[in-house]
């Protein structure tokens, strides 16, 4: 199945928002010739982060290389994740707020048979294990860099410091 880009549940708003940081990110690093424009760029990104579709899929349904469509979807996904608070901001934030939600999730990854550690017992299949944290109305306020998924989620949340930094922040300490 194709996914041409007319059938996209995607509003034009969030397309011109990445298409401009996109175009931001070029003027920074001094780009001066893509084949793709920031709006043809972005619009395979979104379409990979909202509906899940692989790179060959993309490539097939925009008429694009695999090569190019990995490519529109780690530079998005790079713009996106620099716009994240750091986490002395999420700190602050949770500061301010009577209390947060702390979530794992199980990425699903391919299986590779060197990818044992990343295999869930729990849930039977591989995956990478990321933390969130979530203000009280489920606005997402830091998410973790990912761990195998073998990693339980509350060893993840002690490695990332969540539990400790959480802890201090009630307690008037400026950890994490």
Sequence with gaps: MLVPPSSIDLSSRTLRYL??????RRQEIGT????????????????????G?????????FGIGIATAFRCIRQAVDVLAALAPSPA?????????????LDGTLL????????TPCSSGKQERHGMNVQS??????????????LPGSTHDLTAARHHGVVEGSAAAHTGSRTW
Excluded: N, Y
């Design 133 to 146: 944290l979530a203000d009280p109305f489920g606005r997402p306020l830091r998410a973790s860099p990912a």
């Design 19 to 24: 298409a401009g940081r996109l175009t931001s």
């Design 53 to 61: 579709d692989t790179c060959a899929r993309l490539a097939a349904g």
């Design 89 to 101: 901001e999420a700190m602050k934030t949770i500061r301010a707020k009577a209390f947060v939600i």
């Design 108 to 115: 699903p990854i391919d299986r590779v048979a060197a990818d």
């Design 32 to 51: 001066r010739w893509r084949r793709l424009t920031p709006g043809r760029q972005a619009l395979p990104a979104l379409a990979h982060l909202r509906c």
